[in-house]
């Protein structure tokens, strides 16, 4: 469980998860999926303390993408009840860790029970300062980037904003993550190596881990490696690493 660090700035400002392999996990114990849904919940736990700990500030999970929606009805409902049951069981904890719930995605979509329970525990954790828990329900990066397009189109037919002005950071304060820094790495448990549709935009620079072992078996130790995987990665943002020439 222990962690060696060199300095601070080996510890990543900002981790991000996708959370995969819960419905094999299930499988495999001869269990429903959303069995491994709901073991899937300890594993969150697990990786908020474990990133509190490591003075990690930022955490993103991606709880539920757009393209979750054409699971079977039933998963999908399951889905749904548990994030509101966690959030009203978990609420005091994040509270007591100092965690702040933002909830980044589309929410038209949600029932107003779900609506509901998104913006009670964005509202009960505002005051958090350790760390920000971003939650990634009904989200897809390339329909963030259209919605950011869309709003800068109407921002240059308005003359608000001329086309020439538009830089990398205009389009960052276009999308849902404004106000977060891009991941530094982004973690993918279950072994598939690739992103679905996650931050693409804010993963130009982040470090890609992608550990074989499935979410509900992801735990404090499981976090802790990755921040020592990106310990030892050599960032150099497409320049050289002076010290080593
Ligand atoms: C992916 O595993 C996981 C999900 C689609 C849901 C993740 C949800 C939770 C962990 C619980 C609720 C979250 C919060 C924040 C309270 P999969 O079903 O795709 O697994 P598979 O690849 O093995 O089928």
Known sequence: MQVIMTDRSSIPQHVAIIMDGNGRWAQQLGKERYEGHIAGVESVRASVRAAVRNGVKYLTLYAFST?????????????????????????????????????????????????????????????????TLVLAFDYSSRSEIVAGVQTLARRVAAGELSADDIDEQTISDALYTASIPDPDIIVRSGGECRLSNFLLWQASYAELYFPTVLWPDFGEEQFDAAVEEFARRDRRYGLVNDKKL
Do not use: Y
């Not at 929606?69 to 039933?74: I, Y």
């Not at 995605?105 to 029932?111: A, H, N, T």
């Not at 525990?121 to 350790?130: A, L, M, P, V």
């Open 67 to 131: 393209e979750n929606w054409g699971r079977p009805q039933q998963e999908v409902e399951a889905i749904m009840e548990l994030f509101c049951r966690s959030v009203i069981s978990e609420v005091e904890e994040l509270r007591r860790q100092g965690v702040r719930v933002v909830v980044i995605g589309r929410r038209s979509r949600f029932s107003e029970r779900v609506r509901e329970h998104l913006e009670s525990i964005e509202r009960q954790t505002s005051d958090g300062d350790k760390l």
